[in-house]
């Protein structure tokens, strides 16, 4: 079992380089990373850092916002997609995440929204496969609907991805679902078919005190994390667990020492 | 169509005896309450004050949490659910919330506890129709689970209802249900059984800043109000609009502006 770390976690202290660095000096070969790093005109130089650290992407954030005021507005939130995907593929990630974004300023036409984003997802979601990288589905927890989702259960992900047909992908975020009385049945349900792509680890901290960025390590929440692991394993799943943990708390800390403290957790928990 | 208030929407202002007054000066006469201000000792006292106010109970705030770190934490809490049942009986009230709380400190076991929690509905929903009054099941916003609650999702609440049997039934509020993709499925499946007891409003606000106590007043926030009301009200419920709005923000401003506001609101979107 394989244990990596998603860049998210060290927003505010590294460069993108120093994550790399960080990871090789570990001995550890693969990363999830973010777009903000990663403009189109620096996709070879990206593949440079990438080569030189013998370090290799698992996660590539992301596609999206879905944008759908105008027909025009959504054509271009495809186009963008698309290049994203493209880089994804050039740099040669495992799977790329879908993030459909909010709703459009003044709407509140919740339903309508999600069409386009089936839509969206369907389109992406192939020209993914053809550039071949992995769309993956992310359902966001439900306090972000509105604001940054309308993906909000791991059974709507599993009822869009019965649409999508060939390369439908899931990544599982326990911080997202770990509250769902549905969740065994719809991990389940997305081993079955075949598509659970990624597993997030974090831990949900009581109380909760903002709803982005207080995200708790791993061990230090109330999620079950090794029986929701076990549950992801049983279907078959034998990629990476990868730690994202959004958190002014663990922000403000030593990298180095943060990136330790993960990789115990992860493996005292999950060993 | 009535239209009440409930009293957290007054929270920082006023006490129960102004709310009555306020709500009798508008020439209302339905409230719903929270036990904080109702101690088991003054229950004769508060009888007369709802009497001179000409002011019926709709809801009363509440039974629970649920302990069960013990098997008599777990006797203490049923007992005292039946002391506030016996209130809420005592002051007519139509129906009483039952607020499950959240794990036991120390704990990660979310299954457990709802299977805890279903036993102690089951208990006290019967008990609640002997005293001549109604135990009502409220699901809570995912976001509140393990903090505040097990009761996470409108399908659970039906799913629990149908092991009540006679008695069951549902209060709905729109903050903690609007984001579920199978909202409209499970109010028409509420509806069919017959359960539904109560419709809460407010809005939910983009961005939502606090977990607790970030509400938006009816028409801020992103909430299809008047859909979901069409929906409910499409299963043959008749009973009252209730507006709850926890918000510091709201809060502050002078209460009186507060229930004209409320009501307004209401009749523009409802009516």
């Known amino acids: 079992m394989e244990i990596l770390l998603n860049q998210a976690t060290f927003r505010k202290k590294w460069t993108l380089e120093q994550f790399l660095d960080a990871t090789s000096d570990r001995g550890l070969h693969r990363v999830s990373i973010w777009r903000d790093d990663v403009k189109p005109t620096d996709v070879a130089e990206l593949s440079q850092l990438l080569n030189r650290a013998k370090v290799q992407l698992f996660g590539y954030n992301r596609v999206g916002p879905i944008r759908y005021k105008s027909d025009a507005d959504f054509e ?3 186009e963008d997609g698309e290049r994203q995907i493209d880089i994804a593929a050039q740099l040669g990630a495992d799977h790329i995440l879908f993030f459909t974004g909010g709703l459009e300023p003044g709407s509140k036409d919740l339903a309508g929204f999600r069409e386009k984003v089936s839509e969206a997802a369907k389109h992406l979601s192939a020209y993914a496969q053809g ?3 992995v769309l993956a589905i992310e359902p966001l927890h439900p306090m972000l ?4 989702t309308c993906l909000t259960s791991l059974k709507q992900a599993n009822d869009l991805c019965d649409n999508l047909g060939d390369g439908a992908a899931i990544v599982i975020d326990v911080h997202h679902v770990w509250w769902d009385p549905d969740l065994s049945q719809q991990i389940q349900r997305s081993g079955e078919a075949d598509r659970i792509v990624g597993f997030h680890v974090n831990d949900w901290l009581v109380p909760t005190t903002h709803l982005l960025t207080d995200r708790g ?3 230090d929440g109330v999620i079950e994390l090794r029986k929701v692991w076990d549950e992801v ?3 078959g799943y034998s990629g990476s667990i990868e730690v994202e943990i959004f958190s002014e708390r663990w922000w403000e800390r030593d990298p180095d020492e943060v990136y330790d403290i993960c990789l115990s957790r992860c493996r005292s928990i999950f060993s």
């Not at 609907?145 to 940054?148: E, F, I, K, L, V």
């Open 76 to 78: 271009t939130s495809l």
């Open 145 to 148: 609907c509105g604001d940054r």
């Open 131 to 133: 550039a071949g990288t």
């Open 217 to 219: 390590m791993m061990g």
């Open 233 to 235: 394993s049983a279907t």
